[in-house]
């Protein structure tokens, strides 16, 4: 089993950049592909997108493609993600995952879930 803690999340405007982490303990890191969630007040919780146990490849959804970036550094145990040019819409508490299941980077099945970091963007 694998502990995920998020953090990074504060106020900022739009238009600026956030890095996002995501520190895990437990099961050896590089053993899970992890994934990005965000929930906005009222609504669903969202994909962000999803990386690969090496971190050579990684998939977004069409709100985040080409403004959000998502990296891994397994020597650290840590999932990162790198959010520029942030849209009010972007506001929302975001959470890391984790699966120990072989599936498609696309898919929004996860196994495991930290308590989330809140994103806020002003105008």
């Known amino acids: 089993q694998v502990q995920l803690v998020e953090s990074g999340g504060r106020l900022v405007q739009a238009g600026d950049s956030l890095r996002l982490s995501c520190a895990a303990s437990?099961?050896?890191?590089?053993?899970?592909?992890m994934g990005w969630f965000r929930q906005a007040p009222g609504k669903e919780r969202e994909f962000v997108g999803g990386i690969s146990r090496s971190g050579a490849n990684t998939y977004y959804t069409d709100p985040v493609k080409g403004r959000f970036t998502i990296a891994r550094d397994n020597a650290k145990n840590t999932l990162y993600l790198q959010m520029n040019s942030l849209k009010i819409e972007d506001t929302a508490v975001y959470y890391c995952a984790a699966r120990s299941t072989v599936r498609l980077i696309n898919s929004e099945l996860y196994d495991y879930w930290g308590q989330g970091t809140q994103v806020t963007v002003s105008s």
């Open positions: 437990g099961r050896t890191f590089s053993s899970y592909g």
